[in-house]
């Protein structure tokens, strides 16, 4: 799984095939793409971007690779909350959804989460929700949660940081990084 993002307008072939055609785009786009690879052999990936997708006329090109999600992810979350005493689910915003850079157009969560929170919340009424954003969210799903803990962005020592909060280890309050 690719995703071309350009600020420029964009086409890209692999091995010859038309997998991206944002010719035509006005603005930075974000193109995702699935390819089937075979470990070992190359794939020929052919980028041409031309300026014009901004109005700053600047070109940029970002690629990224992740390896395909099993398909049933959501349903081992929802296994293991089951037949847990407590489900802790980690969500939020990343420098994808959350930048100085552009203003979101909405507060939702990005896709899947809140879904993920009410799948996990149904199996396990005794659920944590961790937020990890800087920003207001919706919060659809509050009503149905026990305990919802804002982590905001805490830096590379975060998660050690929250499962000392989680556990009991610390206590959290009353260090909020606004007021």
């Known amino acids: 799984r ?3 993002r350009a600020a ?6 692999v091995d010859g095939d038309l997998v991206v055609d ?14 089937d690879c075979v470990a070992g052999e190359p794939v020929h990936l ?4 031309v300026p014009g997708g901004t109005p700053l006329e600047m070109v940029g090109l970002d690629v990224r690779c992740v390896e395909p999600l ?16 407590l489900a802790v689910v980690v969500v939020g915003m990343d420098s994808e959804w959350e930048t100085e850079g552009r ?19 149904a199996a396990n009424p005794n659920t944590v929700v961790v937020v990890n954003a800087g920003s207001p969210i919706a919060m659809p799903w509050a009503e149905r949660v026990p305990a919802i803990v804002w982590l905001w ?9 929250l ?17």
């Open 153 to 161: 962005y805490p830096g590379q020592d975060g998660g050690h940081a």
């Open 46 to 49: 052919e980028v041409a971007l």
């Open 70 to 85: 099993p398909d049933d992810l959501l349903e081992r979350a929802v296994a293991v909350a089951s037949r847990s005493d």
């Open 22 to 35: 944002g010719w035509d785009a006005r603005e930075v786009g974000r193109h995702p793409v699935e390819v």
């Open 8 to 13: 420029a307008r964009i086409r890209v072939r």
């Open 163 to 179: 499962a000392h909060v989680v556990a009991g280890d610390l206590d959290a309050t009353g260090r909020l990084p606004v007021t």
């Open 2 to 4: 690719f995703e071309f």
């Open 103 to 121: 203003d979101r157009d909405q507060f939702g969560l990005p896709p899947g989460q809140d879904e993920l929170i009410e799948a996990v919340v």
